[in-house]
């Protein structure tokens, strides 16, 4: 092997061995489950979890602890820790857990995953098929994808979702996605083939969910009651506003917020309390938990003219 090749490997190895010795004692292996019984437990479901907090807190998938309020994290070194499900929001696939550790746990540290380029490297830690501390490697396949959940009566797009192509296996859900600093940029959340996985990205509105997990154990939304997608303008009215789409409503929830407020099928939003909304990602970024109870000012093009009409959201049930 050449001297250069030899020393790209190095490089290339020492990063991921960095990032690897920092973040194996940081992620868990994660056995969930339900009481059963006086004194049982039934297991429903592994994956990984990523330690945030010195005082225990762990950010897992939602999928993850789907139908669990109980654990139990086992760490690098081999302890064990019961692990109690704290908040789970279903519609960012993310969920929150805590264990008894005083505060003595190493903590991920959480990056920014805006700042990720397509080729950039980015290391995988989880337990896939149960096995605990696991790291492959990959690079960011591609940025901006979008993944759909849905919650009982509630559905969202997860915007800006990672691609890569870092092995990812059962198991390996809740797990740290990091950079080459070691930093978490991500919580591996899907496998949609081979060597295609997805990662919900961390960034302001993540923070957000986070946070909402650990002090409340829910994430409030607020809810429309519409189904849209972005449809272009029309040539003048583009050239008046100086934007080429809006959002078209192609459904309206009977007795929902934007029927109340008469909103109807084929209306083209095209702004909401003064933002222009140009697709549903705009549009659901607005569906704050402080726009719950709150009249907000939304403008229309409906057959050819503009219109505003006021609608009070709701909240969204989970």
């Given at each position: 092997?050449?001297?250069?090749?030899?020393?790209?490997?190095?490089?290339?190895?020492?990063?991921?061995?960095?990032?690897?010795?920092?973040?194996?004692?940081?992620?868990?292996?994660l056995?969930?489950?339900?009481?059963?019984?006086?004194?049982?437990?039934?297991?429903?479901?592994?994956?990984?979890?990523?330690?945030?907090?010195?005082d225990?807190?762990?950010?897992?998938?939602?999928?993850?602890?789907?139908?669990?309020?109980?654990?139990?994290?086992?760490?690098?070194?081999?302890?064990e820790?019961?692990?109690?499900?704290?908040?789970?929001?279903?519609?960012?696939?993310?969920?929150?857990?805590?264990?008894?550790?005083?505060?003595?746990?190493?903590?991920?540290?959480?990056?920014?995953?805006?700042?990720?380029?397509?080729?950039?490297?980015?290391?995988?830690?989880?337990?896939?098929?149960?096995?605990?501390?696991?790291?492959?490697?990959?690079?960011?396949?591609?940025?901006?994808?979008?993944?759909?959940?849905?919650?009982?009566?509630?559905?969202?797009?997860?915007?800006?979702?990672?691609?890569?192509?870092?092995?990812?296996?059962?198991?390996n859900?809740?797990?740290?996605?990091?950079?080459?600093?070691?930093?978490?940029?991500?919580i591996?959340?899907?496998?949609?083939g081979?060597?295609?996985?997805?990662?919900?990205?961390?960034?302001?509105?993540?923070?957000?969910i986070?946070?909402?997990?650990?002090?409340?154990?829910?994430?409030?939304?607020?809810?429309?009651g519409?189904?849209?997608?972005?449809?272009?303008?029309?040539?003048?009215?583009?050239?008046?506003?100086?934007?080429?789409?809006?959002?078209?409503?192609?459904?309206?929830?009977?007795?929902?917020?934007?029927?109340?407020?008469?909103?109807r099928?084929?209306?083209?939003?095209?702004?909401?309390?003064?933002?222009?909304?140009q697709?549903?990602?705009?549009?659901?970024?607005?569906?704050?938990?402080?726009?719950?109870?709150?009249?907000?000012?939304?403008?229309?093009?409906?057959?050819?003219?503009?219109?505003?009409?006021?609608?009070?959201?709701?909240?969204?049930?989970?």
């Amino acid at each position: 092997m050449e001297d250069r090749e030899r020393a790209a490997l190095d490089a290339y190895s020492s990063v991921v061995t960095r990032v690897a010795e920092h973040l194996l004692p940081r992620v868990v292996q994660l056995k969930v489950g339900r009481q059963a019984g006086p004194g049982g437990w039934r297991q429903t479901g592994t994956g990984s979890g990523v330690v945030i907090t010195p005082d225990g807190y762990l950010l897992t998938a939602a999928h993850v602890v789907e139908g669990a309020d109980r654990g139990i994290a086992l760490f690098a070194d081999g302890s064990e820790r019961p692990a109690e499900i704290i908040g789970r929001d279903p519609l960012s696939d993310l969920a929150a857990a805590r264990v008894d550790a005083g505060n003595h746990l190493d903590a991920a540290t959480l990056g920014d995953a805006d700042r990720l380029r397509v080729g950039q490297l980015v290391v995988a830690v989880g337990s896939p098929l149960g096995l605990s501390g696991s790291v492959t490697t990959g690079v960011v396949s591609a940025l901006g994808r979008s993944l759909a959940t849905r919650s009982g009566a509630g559905s969202r797009v997860i915007e800006n979702v990672i691609q890569t192509d870092a092995a990812l296996n059962p198991g390996n859900s809740g797990g740290a996605l990091a950079d080459a600093s070691g930093e978490v940029v991500g919580i591996n959340t899907a496998m949609a083939g081979f060597g295609l996985g997805l990662a919900i990205p961390i960034g302001d509105a993540t923070r957000r969910i986070i946070a909402a997990l650990l002090h409340d154990g829910r994430v409030r939304r607020a809810w429309l009651g519409i189904a849209g997608a972005r449809r272009p303008l029309p040539p003048r009215v583009a050239r008046r506003l100086g934007r080429a789409a809006g959002v078209g409503i192609e459904e309206v929830v009977a007795r929902g917020p934007a029927a109340a407020a008469g909103l109807r099928s084929g209306d083209l939003i095209l702004d909401v309390d003064g933002h222009p909304v140009q697709d549903a990602g705009d549009l659901q970024r607005l569906m704050l938990d402080e726009a719950i109870g709150r009249a907000m000012q939304i403008r229309i093009l409906r057959l050819g003219e503009l219109t505003e009409l006021q609608a009070i959201p709701e909240e969204l049930a989970a």
